[in-house]
């Protein structure tokens, strides 16, 4: 995994890596831990943790018993017992306990949310935490990203990393203090909460594809602001409206979709894609500013559960 391209995403700058301790691979029974914002929690591994797998250290701690609970419901025990590696940001009971009990029980009974909900917290490869202090965001196994933040302390998503560097045959284990939850909303659902799109979503509904765009994707979308279809003559959506232009409405709506999750940093690094309308779209940074065509990118890397969505501040079309 690279560091986001900070003209990109302008999300991060001057990262500096906090000091970590801690590995319970030398068979010792030290305790691996981690400073966060002046306190210190402590999980015991006493075990040489190189010579079990990722499930069955878990199982040796009493800390992760609801962890374990759940990944045995939702069917990925032999998954994390695999060959790998993985990187497990994995939650105590505590943080579990931080859940509503009717909505964690509610959650353990739906395996596929449940499923959705713990590969959030694992990401290919073995990530040691000198490598996590250095990124901006993690690739989750769930598909969605995961912001990784060390201005106070080190955070994935909402939650703080509270020990650190649990190394397993299989992989290595951070512990964390709360449960990440990906979205659950698709694009369409992510667009209309913004409050932003709005324009955006009536042409989606008056192309005949919300329940596409609701599938299950991936897809990227790149997503005109209700500003950027203000700067359209007021005449030229009223026509896209009218249901005679149906077929020109949903050739510009797709021209705005590539298909599959393709972020940021993976989008500059292309240099295009080609869209669900089938033209090609260009992607580059110019002048230090994101660019999709003509269109500024103002916000990049919303995730939404059947892909990711970039805010343009203008409307591209697709040649005639």
Known sequence: MKRVNVLLLALVSGISAPAFAGDCSDGKSAPATAATGGNVITAAFTQDNKTMDIIDTAVSNKDFSTLVTAVTAAGLVETLKGKG????????????????????????????????????????????????????????????????????????????????????????????????????KDVVGVAVGAGQFNTLAKLIEAAGLVSTLQGAGPFTVFAPTDAAFAKLPK??????????????????????????????????????????????????????????????????????????????????????
């Open 85 to 184: 590696p993985f990187t497990v940001f994995a939650p105590t009971n505590a943080a579990f306990a931080k859940i509503d009990p009717k909505a964690l029980e509610a959650l353990l009974k739906d395996k596929a949310a449940l499923s959705g909900v713990l590969t959030y917290h694992v990401v290919p490869g073995a990530v040691m935490a000198a490598d996590v202090t250095k990124l901006s965001f993690a690739d989750s196994v769930n598909g969605q990203r995961l912001p990784i933040s060390t201005k106070m302390g080190v955070s994935v998503g909402a939650a703080k990393v509270v020990t650190t560097d649990i190394k397993c045959s299989n992989g290595v284990i951070h512990v964390i203090d709360a449960v990440l939850m990906p979205e659950t």
């Open 235 to 320: 005449e030229t959506v009223d026509s896209l409206l009218n249901p005679a232009n149906k077929a020109k409405l949903a050739a510009i709506l797709t021209y705005h979709v590539v298909p599959g999750r393709i972020f940021s940093d993976q989008a500059v690094k292309a240099g295009s894609a080609k869209t669900v309308q089938g033209q090609n779209v260009t992607i580059a940074v110019v002048d230090g500013k994101a660019k999709v065509n003509d269109a500024n990118i103002v916000k990049t890397d919303i995730n939404a559960s059947n892909g990711v969505i970039h805010v343009i501040d203008t409307v591209i079309l697709p040649k005639d």
